[in-house]
């Protein structure tokens, strides 16, 4: 089947509270560095975030959320992470997390970055520079956990 579901609203207000949650950002699904090197390791390495108490990982994306579903997908991940929207990046806008693609046709995009929030309380912000993925990657995030 190729459809995807219909969206899912995430209240953040009511979930993130009682959840050790692992928030991860990408500029865009399908693009090669987010496909091949980026996301992959986190699904990799799913028990041993699990086994440091992280109950969810959020993988973000400004893409729409047909997109975002399609891509979990495509990556044999959809029962393991959540594909989110973050439509016309506003989540990460008002963290200070986004850019502006325009000039390469691409609208508002999320930065690359990585977020723990345990019950409530971010313990962990980084955002990458250039192509990076370092602070965002799963081994840093691991590191901070």
Aim: aromatic fraction near 6%.
């Amino acid at each position: 089947m190729l459809a995807c579901g219909l969206p899912v609203v995430y209240d953040c207000d009511k979930e993130l509270p009682n959840k050790k949650v692992i928030i991860v950002s990408v500029p865009g699904a399908f693009t090669p560095a987010c496909t091949a090197n980026h996301i992959p390791p986190y699904i990799e390495k799913i028990n041993q975030l699990k086994s440091k108490g992280v109950d969810e990982i959020i993988v973000v994306s400004a893409n729409d959320p047909f997109v975002q579903s399609a891509w979990g997908k495509a990556l044999d991940a959809r029962n393991k992470m959540i594909f989110a929207s973050d439509g016309n990046s506003e989540f990460s806008e008002s963290i200070g997390f986004s850019q502006d693609l325009s000039a390469k046709g691409l609208g508002r995009r999320n930065n690359r970055y990585a977020l723990v929030v345990d019950h409530g309380i971010v313990t962990y912000a980084e955002k990458e520079t250039g192509m990076d993925i370092g602070v965002s990657g799963v081994d840093a995030v691991l590191a901070k956990l």
